[in-house]
T-cell receptor, first 112, second 115 residues
């Protein structure tokens, strides 16, 4: 079945360093979404990418959708302690009901 | 906007009892709600898709008789874990989709512990 893979599983960085998480789908995606889950919290929607090769920025976060619409990345520039959490990518799971298939997430820890 | 609540946030119950979890969209109507289960340090696993006024669609491997879903209105879906066992202990999260949108808004989750 359809799979969404995400690496790395964990990333420990020093505050101020950059961070990137990568997402790969076994199938072409109509769109990809990114979520952030703080420790003890629930996933919060960050962004959706739809177009091939699309790049979107949110302050220090840069999201990219691959040309083949099968991979995506999230890059954080100059991490801060507030960036701590697990970042999930998710793609449509098929069917008409809008369900999502989530990657396993990348847990980011930032050392001050 | 797009706030989703869940109740209770935490529940501890004895093995064999049933537990009902409510998911409410507070400021929008949601024809579709999703129920996820998240194990510690793991990703979210979709359990079922809840549609207002119709039967829920369950993912493969999820027992529909054990996890009863009712989507009685456009703002409320409930998940009932029947005859709970310790292996049902988990973090259950719902999400709701505003009409015409494809973005899911997540509730704060319910931590279920079955003793």
């Amino acid at each position: 079945g359809q799979q969404v893979m995400q690496i790395p599983q964990y990333q420990h960085v020093q505050e101020g360093e950059d961070f990137t998480t990568y997402c790969n789908s076994s199938t072409t995606l109509s769109n990809i979404q990114w979520y952030k889950q703080r420790p003890g919290g629930h996933p919060v929607f960050l962004i959706q990418l739809v177009k091939s090769g699309e790049v979107k920025k949110q302050k220090r976060l840069t999201f990219q959708f691959g040309e083949a619409k099968k991979n995506s990345s999230l890059h954080i520039t100059a991490t801060q302690t507030t960036d701590v959490g697990t970042y999930f990518c998710a793609g449509p799971g098929g069917g008409s009901q809008g369900n999502l298939i989530f990657g396993k997430g990348t847990k980011l820890s930032v050392k001050p | 906007g797009a706030v989703v609540s869940q109740h209770p946030s935490r529940v501890i119950c004895k093995s064999g009892t049933s537990v009902k979890i409510e998911c409410r969209s507070l400021d929008f109507q949601a024809t579709t709600m999703f129920w996820y289960r998240q194990f510690p340090k793991k990703s979210l696993m979709l359990m079922a898709t809840s549609n207002e006024g119709s039967k829920a669609t369950y993912e493969q491997g999820v027992e529909k008789d054990k996890f009863l879903i009712n989507h009685a209105s456009l703002t409320l879906s409930t998940l009932t874990v029947t005859s709970a066992h310790p292996e049902d202990s988990s973090f259950y999260i719902c999400s709701a989709v505003p009409g015409g949108a494809d973005t899911q808004y997540f509730g704060p989750g319910t931590r279920l512990t079955v003793l």
